[in-house]
């Protein structure tokens, strides 16, 4: 079984501070890991992934994520926070064949301030 | 961009009418999932198919839910009767184990 822990569901930062969103994975198996985010009444949009080969993978919008294994975690970073980075963020789980169903943690919803 | 397609977008039904969800996911994708998302429970799986035969649908309430794929181009979510407490988004996802395209969801709404 797998599964993945976000902690703070609720995430403050000023805008232009870094941003760190905290995940944390349990897998049976070499994880495939995955950021997603959500705006408003909208759909859950990919941010980045790690299947294999580099540890640090960089997605869209500036922000980065590394893997890694002897921590079983999977970070997000940003370094300046903008306004419209303001949203609900995902971590997800998957692995290879038959492992592959995609388990979500519970969400941290970041909140951007002047 | 491809995109997954969900239809409706928005329903509003009454308490113990069947309702059918749509789901258009992204040609030669393999693996199509349906999820419900509350405020309460978060994102739940409730089935998900690879090569369209089902994988676990152990997240559905079995007596009133279904989910089949008729064929590679169409997946449909059937909730027959319907009850209040099925009021959420539902969204569709396809893709492959390494990654994964979301639609934009259907809101329920059950009165």
């Known amino acids: 079984a797998q599964s993945v822990t976000q902690l703070g569901s609720h995430v403050s930062v000023s805008e232009g501070a870094l941003v760190l969103l905290r995940c944390n994975y349990s897998?049976?198996?070499?994880?495939?890991l995955f950021w997603y985010v959500q705006y408003p009444n909208q759909g859950l949009q990919l941010l980045l992934k790690y299947t294999t080969g580099a540890t640090l993978v960089k997605g869209i919008n500036g922000f980065e994520a590394e893997f890694k294994k002897s921590e079983t975690s999977f970070h997000l970073t940003k370094p300046s926070a903008h306004m419209s980075d303001a949203a609900e963020y995902f971590c997800?789980?998957?692995?290879?064949?038959?492992?592959?169903?995609?388990?979500f943690g519970t969400g941290t919803r970041l909140q951007v301030t002047l | 961009d491809a995109r997954v397609t969900q239809t409706p977008r928005h329903k509003v039904t009454e308490m113990g009418q069947e309702v059918t969800m749509r789901c258009q996911p992204i040609?030669?994708?393999?693996?199509v999932f349906w999820y419900r998302q509350t405020m309460m429970q978060g994102l739940e799986l409730l089935a998900y198919?690879?090569?369209?035969?089902?994988?676990?649908d152990s997240g559905m309430p079995k007596d009133r839910f279904s989910a089949e794929m008729p064929d590679a181009t169409l997946a449909t979510l059937k909730i027959q009767p319907s009850e209040p407490r099925d009021s959420a988004v539902y969204f569709c996802?396809?893709?492959?184990?390494?990654?994964?395209?979301f639609g934009s969801g259907t809101r329920l709404t059950v009165v």
């Open positions: 997800a789980v998957s692995g290879p064949g038959t492992a592959s169903k995609l388990t």
């Open positions: 996802a396809s893709g492959f184990e390494r990654g994964y395209t």
């Open positions: 198919f690879r090569n369209r035969a089902p994988l676990d």
């Open positions: 040609l030669g994708h393999n693996t």
């Open positions: 897998s049976s198996v070499p994880p495939y």
